[in-house]
C-alpha cells in the first residue's frame, strides 16, 4: 500500500484525512480505493452492506483522478471513493430501491447528489443496502438479504439507509449518502456508531431519487465525522432546476461554522423526549451528552413540544399515502418486472404481487386507503392539518433556542428478527426522528456512548430549517471534547 500505509491504516480514514494524505501525496486514489474494495471483499460476505460494487469501474476512475492531481486538479472530493444507497439512480449501475420488482433496472441518468459528487471528483465505490424503496427501521425489508450490524453481527444496522450505515462503521467507505424520510439516515448512524446529517427540506436536490414520501424525503451524508458531513454538505446542497421543490438559496461554507466555540447557544431540552420505554443507558448517555454541551458553554433551556405524541400517527398516514402514490409506476409495463397474466388487471396484480415485499404491501394498502374517497378528509387532511401544528411547535421552540436535543432512537441495535411480526415496534423505533421531516427541520445523529452490550447510543441535534450551521457547530464542539468518535468495531 502507498506510501507505507496497511490497507487498515487507509481504511480507517475518513475523508478528511484521506484529502490530506493524497494532497502530500503519501498515497495515491488509485491505492486508497483498492484498499476499500479489499475490505469490502474482506468483510462484507459478514456485514451485506452492499448490495453490488464495480471494482474495475471504480480502479479505472480512481486511476483518472490520479492522473487529473498530477496535472494540477484541486476539486474538494478528487479521488475519494464513496458509498451511495441503492435508491439513488446512477448511469450505469443497476438501481434497484432494495426491491425485486427493479431487479435489472439500470438507469438512463444520474441523480443530482451524486452527479455533483462525480463533479467535485468523488468515485463511486458501490451500492448499499436498504430497506425495499427505503420503508423500514432495520434494513430486514431488503428484497436482497439483511444487512449487520457491524457492532454485533447478530443485530440490525437500522434503516432504511442501515448499508450505508454500517458500511461506514464496518471501513468499508469513507462515508456514503443515505435518504431521510423519517430517520433513515439519523437511526442507522446512531445503530452504527457513526454520524448521520439530515438536511433541511429542499437543501438538497431529490431529481433521481426514487421516491418514497415526497413531501419528507431528504438526502443526506453518512460519516466518520461531523467534519467529513460538512464537506459533503457544502458539496450536494444548493438548487437544482430539475427538482421544483429544491430551495434557491446560496449554499454557505458550512466549514466556517466548526469553530469548536458554542459558549451562549441556548439549547432546547423537549421534556416529550424523555418519556418512558427508553433504554434508560440512552437515556444515560443523553443526558451526559447534554452536561457536556453546558460545561462548553452552552445554555440549556427545558422547552415543550406538545404535539410530539401525533408525530407518529401523522407521519405513517402522510408518508403511506404519499408511497401509495409514488409506487402506481411500478405496474410492470413502464420499466423493471414484468409478469404476464390474462387480463391487464391480473398482469398488475402478478407483478406488484411478485415484486413488492410484504412491508411495502402493508404501506400501499394503507395510504390507498388513507386516499379513498370517503377517508381523504377524515385521515389524509386532518394529518396534515396536524402536521402543521407539530410544524407550529418547532417554529416557537426555535423563537427560543438555537439547537433541539434528543436522543435519536429510544433503543440501541436489537436483534434480526426481534420486532419483524410486530411493525408497531419497528414503527416505535423512529419516535424521535418523524417530526424533523414533517416541519422539514435538519437533524444530526453523533454517537455519545455505548451500552452494556457494546453497543453504540446516538445524540440527535434539531434546528430549524436552514440551520444546519447550527446543528454542525454544536455537534462538531461535543465531538471534538469527547471520544467517542475514536472508537470501531472489530470486525
Not at 456485514?47 to 460494487?53: G, I, Y
Not at 449554499?251 to 427508553?278: C, K, N, Q, W
Not at 412491508?359 to 392539518?385: C, F, H, N, P
Not at 440501541?412 to 426481534?418: L, M, N, P
Request: hydrophobic letters at 40%; a negative charge.
Amino acid at each position: 500500500m502507498g506510501g507505507g500505509h496497511s490497507m487498515d491504516q487507509l481504511t480507517s480514514m475518513g475523508i478528511v484525512d484521506a484529502r490530506a494524505g493524497l494532497a502530500r501525496g503519501h498515497f495515491t486514489s488509485a491505492e486508497l480505493t483498492q484498499a476499500f474494495l479489499q475490505r469490502i471483499e474482506q468483510v462484507d460476505s459478514a456485514v451485506q452492506a452492499f448490495l453490488r460494487t464495480t471494482p474495475a469501474q471504480t480502479l479505472a476512475a480512481a486511476e483518472e483522478t490520479d492522473r487529473l492531481r498530477a496535472a494540477g486538479d484541486r476539486r474538494p472530493l478528487l479521488g475519494i471513493p464513496l458509498a451511495i444507497k441503492d435508491v439513488l439512480m446512477t448511469t450505469g449501475i443497476e438501481t434497484t430501491a432494495g426491491s425485486r420488482i427493479l431487479e435489472g433496472f439500470v438507469p438512463p441518468y444520474t441523480a443530482t447528489a451524486v452527479r455533483k459528487l462525480e463533479a467535485a471528483g468523488a468515485i463511486v465505490l458501490g451500492k448499499t443496502n436498504t430497506d425495499e424503496f427505503a420503508m423500514g427501521s432495520s434494513t430486514e425489508n431488503s428484497g436482497f438479504g439483511i444487512t449487520r450490524n457491524p457492532w454485533d453481527l447478530e443485530r440490525v444496522p437500522g434503516g432504511s439507509s442501515g448499508g450505508s450505515a454500517a458500511a461506514v462503521a464496518a471501513n468499508e467507505t469513507p462515508a456514503a449518502l443515505g435518504t431521510d424520510t423519517g430517520g433513515s439516515v439519523r437511526q442507522p448512524a446512531a445503530l452504527c456508531g457513526v454520524v448521520g446529517l439530515k438536511p433541511s427540506y429542499g437543501r438538497v436536490s431529490r431529481y433521481g431519487l426514487i421516491a418514497y414520501g415526497s413531501s419528507l424525503d431528504q438526502i443526506g451524508p453518512i460519516t466518520k465525522t461531523v467534519a467529513d458531513a460538512t464537506l459533503l454538505l457544502e458539496v450536494i446542497a444548493g438548487v437544482d432546476p430539475r427538482d421544483s421543490t429544491s430551495l434557491p438559496v446560496d449554499v454557505p461554507m458550512y466549514s466556517a461554522a466548526l469553530t469548536g466555540d458554542i459558549t451562549g447557544m441556548r439549547i432546547g431540552i423537549p421534556h416529550e423526549y424523555f418519556v418512558e420505554g427508553i433504554q434508560p443507558e440512552v437515556e444515560t448517555a443523553v443526558r451526559s451528552g447534554i452536561e457536556q454541551l453546558a460545561l462548553l458553554g452552552a445554555e440549556i433551556v427545558p422547552i415543550h413540544l406538545p404535539n410530539t405524541d401525533l408525530a407518529l400517527p401523522v407521519y405513517y398516514l402522510v408518508v403511506t399515502a404519499e408511497a401509495s402514490a409514488n409506487l402506481a409506476r411500478y405496474d410492470g409495463i413502464r420499466f423493471g418486472l414484468s409478469v404476464d397474466g390474462e387480463t391487464i388487471f391480473d398482469h398488475f396484480r402478478q407483478t406488484r404481487g411478485a415484486g413488492f415485499g410484504p412491508e411495502v404491501k402493508r404501506r400501499i394498502m394503507l395510504g390507498t386507503y388513507a386516499l379513498s374517497a370517503g377517508y381523504y378528509d377524515a385521515y389524509y387532511l386532518k394529518a396534515q392539518q396536524v402536521r402543521t401544528l407539530i410544524k407550529q411547535d418547532f417554529d416557537q421552540a426555535f423563537a427560543e433556542v438555537d439547537v433541539i436535543v434528543s436522543p435519536t432512537s429510544p433503543t440501541t441495535a436489537f436483534r434480526i428478527g426481534e420486532k419483524m411480526d410486530d411493525p408497531l415496534a419497528m414503527i416505535l423505533t423512529d419516535i424521535f426522528t418523524t417530526s424533523a421531516n414533517l416541519a422539514g427541520l435538519c437533524g444530526i445523529s453523533i454517537p455519545c456512548g455505548f451500552d452494556a452490550n457494546g453497543l453504540p447510543i446516538g445524540l440527535q441535534l434539531l434546528g430549524p430549517s436552514l440551520g444546519e450551521e447550527k446543528i454542525l457547530r454544536a455537534a462538531y464542539a461535543y465531538e471534538q471534547n469527547t471520544e467517542w468518535r475514536l472508537r470501531r468495531p472489530e470486525l
